[in-house]
Structure formats: structure tokens, C-alpha cells
Antibody, heavy 120, light 113 residues
Framework: QVQLVESGGGLVKPGGSLRLSCAASGFNFNDYYMTWIRQAPGRGLEWVSYISGSGTIINYADSVKGRFTISRDNTKKSLYLQMNSLRGDDTAVYYC?????????????WGQGTPVTVSS | DIVMTQSPDSLAVSLGERATINCKSSQSLLYSSNNENYLAWYQQKPRQPPKLLFYWASTRESGVPDRFSASGSGTDFTLTISSLQAEDVAVYYCQQYFSTPYTFGQGTQLEVK
């Protein structure tokens, strides 16, 4: 069965960096677009970034562009999110998710999320 | 950016009754080349990740009970639960994937009256 397991979250000071990882299993990882979606405490969902199966197509939300970098290692079936210059409004649970199909930007499989807290 | 607006923000419905949630986009989500609406619906229960219910506006994801239905086209979309069950208490979100940045509605909290 499909499994997505995030790791790497934690407490970081403003201006600091974190690297989130997502380990995938149970499907042909390189066939699927992958995405990061976040949810601030008590708030709604915010799309952060996606990456194509080959890694050649990448998009970011304006709120993270220039600070966050999405990447993947298909040999390790892993997705990453490098987060730099972190701010308080980046505090959220970060979910790794798989797109339903290429061309369908709906997230059909989700991890349990990893919390990121940006605070001094 | 495409703005997604859901209504109402919260909804209380009696068990066995119908629940209807609306989602409006600031521009059309209908792609003329394939006649598909680039809209998804999700359900999020407390302390759980969201679960995909529908994509292409009305295509039910595998395993979703048929008391859930979705419809709409262009800029106006609806999620309907025909007979509310206790396990349907959740926050429901619509999301457009027509163009980046993908955007979500603010969510609708569904409760039992």
C-alpha cells in the first residue's frame, strides 16, 4: 500500500533553515508528481510546491519562492523540501502528498505531516 | 492567483439530512481542450491529513461512499452529502489545480445538529 512518511520538522529560530524529507513506498515513485502542502495551526490548507516525476517541472507558491527548494531522489524514493530564511508565518504542519495522476493536481495520497515551528 | 471561496464557513445538519457546501472560483476552472473542470474536494477530520474525495469536479475517488456527490462547472461547484452520518463530521476544502499557485478554499466545518 502507498505510504508517505515525513521527517525533519522541529523548532527553528527565525532566519534559520530546515530540510524536510518524505520517504515513499508502495508505488512507482518516479511516475508521480509530488507536492508539499502546509497547514498553519488552526488554519486551512496552503499549497507550497510541486515537482514532476523526473524533477524537471517545479512550481512554488509566491510565499516561499526564493526561500524554499523542492527536490527528489528517485533512486531513494524520497522527496525533500529545503527551507531557508524561515519566518514565523512558516510555522505549520507540512504534508507530503502524491498527485492523483500526471495532469491531475489533486493530492490523492498524504503523509501524516511533520510540524515546523519557527520561533525565537 | 485564483481565489477560492467556500460557503458557508460552518454548517450544522441533523443526522440523515442533506448537507450542501458551495465553492466559487474567481475564474473559470473549465479547460476547453479537454472539457474538464480542474477542481478537487477534500475531507479533513481532526488530527488527520486531508483525504481526497473528488477530482475533475465530480469524479469520485475510490472508496468514497456514494452518499457523497459533487457537481458544478466553470466557477461554481457543490459538494453534497445526501444523508449525513456521524463520521462525516469534518472540515471540507475545495482546491483548484487549473493554474499555479494551486489554491484552496478556506474550508467549511460540518457538524451534527
Amino acid at each position: 500500500q502507498v505510504q508517505l512518511v515525513e521527517s525533519g520538522g522541529g523548532l527553528v529560530k527565525p532566519g534559520g533553515s530546515l530540510r524536510l524529507s518524505c520517504a515513499a513506498s508502495g508505488f512507482n515513485f518516479n511516475d508521480y508528481y509530488m507536492t508539499w502542502i502546509r497547514q498553519a495551526p488552526g488554519r486551512g490548507l496552503e499549497w507550497v510546491s510541486y515537482i514532476s516525476g523526473s524533477g524537471t517541472i517545479i512550481n512554488y507558491a509566491d510565499s516561499v519562492k526564493g526561500r524554499f527548494t523542492i527536490s527528489r531522489d528517485n533512486t531513494k524514493k524520497s522527496l525533500y523540501l529545503q527551507m531557508n530564511s524561515l519566518r514565523g508565518d512558516d510555522t505549520a504542519v507540512y504534508y507530503c502528498a502524491r498527485h492523483k495522476d500526471p495532469g491531475v493536481g489533486a493530492a490523492s495520497k498524504w503523509g501524516q505531516g511533520t510540524p515546523v515551528t519557527v520561533s525565537s | 492567483d485564483i481565489v477560492m471561496t467556500q460557503s458557508p464557513d460552518s454548517l450544522a445538519v441533523s443526522l440523515g439530512e442533506r448537507a450542501t457546501i458551495n465553492c466559487k472560483s474567481s475564474q473559470s476552472l473549465l479547460y476547453s481542450s479537454n472539457n474538464e473542470n480542474y477542481l478537487a474536494w477534500y475531507q479533513q477530520k481532526p488530527r488527520q491529513p486531508p483525504k481526497l474525495l473528488f477530482y475533475w469536479a465530480s469524479t469520485r475517488e475510490s472508496g468514497v461512499p456514494d452518499r457523497f456527490s459533487a457537481s458544478g462547472s466553470g466557477t461554481d461547484f457543490t459538494l453534497t452529502i445526501s444523508s449525513l452520518q456521524a463520521e462525516d463530521v469534518a472540515v471540507y476544502y475545495c482546491q483548484q489545480y487549473f493554474s499555479t499557485p494551486y489554491t484552496f478554499g478556506q474550508g467549511t466545518q460540518l457538524e451534527v445538529k
